[in-house]
Structures are given as C-alpha cells and as structure tokens.
Nanobody, 126 residues
Framework: DVQLVESGGGSVQAGGSLKLSCEAS????????MAWFRQAPGRNRERVAS????????KYTDSVKGRFTISQDLAKNTLYLLMNPLQPEDTAMYYC???????????????????WGQGTQVTVSS
C-alpha cells in the first residue's frame, strides 16, 4: 500500500523556519511527481511546491518563491520542504502528495496527485 507520512510541523514566530519531511513507501518514488500542498481554514487547497521524483522539474507558487525550498533524498524516498523565513500567512495544514508524472512533466497544473499524507500543521505567529 502507498503511504505518505509527513512530519516536522509546529508553531513558530514570524521569521522563523521549519523543515517538513514526507516519508514515502509502497510505490516507485522516482517515477512520480511529488508535491507539498497547504490548506488554511476557509481557503482553497494550494500547491506550494513540486518536484519530479526522478529529479528536476521544480515549481513553486509565487508567494513562497525565495523562501521555501523543496528537496528530496532518493535513498530514503523522502521529500522535504524547508520554509524560511515563515510569515503568518503561511499558517495552514501542509500535505505531501504523489502522482504519476504526465507527458508534459511535473510542473503542469494538471498533474493528478492520487496519493496524500495525513497532513502536518504549521502555525506562524506575528
């Protein structure tokens, strides 16, 4: 069975940092698109950053460019999201997701993310 297990969330003050981790199992990691999504109360789910499990094809949403860094360790089948500096508007539940890589690559907005983790809460206070 496919499993995505997130960790690393918490509460920090504005300007602080957190590093989220997502351990993946049950499928061929390198053949899938991997992404971090977030959802705040009353707001739509947003794709924050994505990467191809085989390497490259990195994309960030505009609001996190220059502050967040997506990375991965293929030996551990683990996805990361380094967030620094954090701002109060980054407060949300963060989810790890995986989906088959489409012909056009993982930067496409049409990537179908079929597998999801349970989420980890990030709270940033001002």
């Amino acid at each position: 069975d496919v499993q995505l297990v997130e960790s690393g969330g918490g509460s920090v003050q504005a300007g602080g940092s957190l590093k989220l981790s997502c351990e993946a199992s049950g499928y061929t990691y390198s053949g899938y698109c991997m992404a971090w999504f977030r959802q705040a109360p009353g707001r739509n789910r947003e794709r924050v950053a994505s990467i191809f499990g085989g390497g490259g094809e990195i994309k960030y949403t505009d609001s996190v460019k220059g502050r967040f860094t997506i990375s991965q360790d293929l030996a551990k089948n683990t996805l990361y999201l380094l967030m620094n500096p954090l701002q109060p508007e980054d407060t949300a539940m963060y989810y790890c997701a995986a989906g088959p890589r489409p012909w056009g690559g993982c930067t496409l907005v049409s990537v179908a993310f079929d597998y999801w983790g349970q989420g980890t809460q990030v709270t940033v206070s001002s």
